[in-house]
C-alpha cells in the first residue's frame, strides 16, 4: 500500500514539528506516514548515534526500523523518493540542521517547495507550539 502522506526529516527541531503536523493529518487521513531521512555523504545509517536523531525518535516515539534512510542530496533524494510512491503530501520542517534565518526558508526546503511533484507543506518550528484548531470552531460554510 503506498503512502499518501511522505515526512522528510532531517531530525532538527523543525522537522519535529513536521512530524507532528504529519502524524495529525495522517489521523485524519487515515494513514501512516512514511518518514525518510537523507543521509548526506554517505553516512548511510550513521545518524542512528546522532544525538539529535536519538532525541527526535525519543519525542516521536518511532523506533529506528520506522525510518527509510537514503544517502545523497536531499532534496534530491526526496524528490526521487516522491516520484517514487506519488505522496498525496510531502511534510518537511522550514528549516533544518544547517541553521535557521527568520526571513527565509532552508535551502531544502525552499528547493521542494518549488520544485517537488507534489503538494508540500512546509512546517515552521514554531506550529509546535501553536494550538490546534477544533473543526467545531471553524467550517468553511460560515
Same mark, same amino acid.
Given at each position: 500500500m503506498q503512502s499518501s502522506l511522505l515526512l522528510a526529516t532531517d531530525f532538527s527541531p523543525s522537522s519535529a514539528a513536521a512530524f507532528e503536523e504529519a502524524h495529525w493529518l495522517g489521523e485524519r487521513l487515515g494513514v501512516t506516514p512514511e518518514i525518510l531521512h537523507v543521509a548526506e555523504d554517505n553516512e548511510g545509517n550513521e545518524w542512528r548515534h546522532h544525538p539529535s536523531a536519538r532525541l527526535w525518535l525519543a519525542t516521536t516515539g518511532l523506533e529506528e526500523s520506522a525510518v527509510i534512510t537514503r544517502s545523497g542530496i536531499p532534496w534530491v533524494e526526496i524528490v526521487r523518493r516522491v516520484q517514487e510512491t506519488s505522496p498525496a503530501l510531502l511534510v518537511i520542517g522550514s528549516h533544518g540542521q544547517s541553521g535557521f534565518h527568520p526571513l /527565509? %526558508?532552508?535551502?531544502?526546503?525552499? /528547493? %521542494?517547495?518549488?520544485g517537488a511533484p507534489c503538494p508540500v507543506v512546509l512546517v515552521s518550528v514554531r506550529a509546535a507550539f501553536a494550538p490546534r484548531y477544533s473543526s467545531s470552531s471553524h467550517s468553511l460554510s460560515s
Open positions: /527565509r %526558508l532552508g535551502s531544502t526546503a525552499e /528547493r %521542494l517547495g518549488s
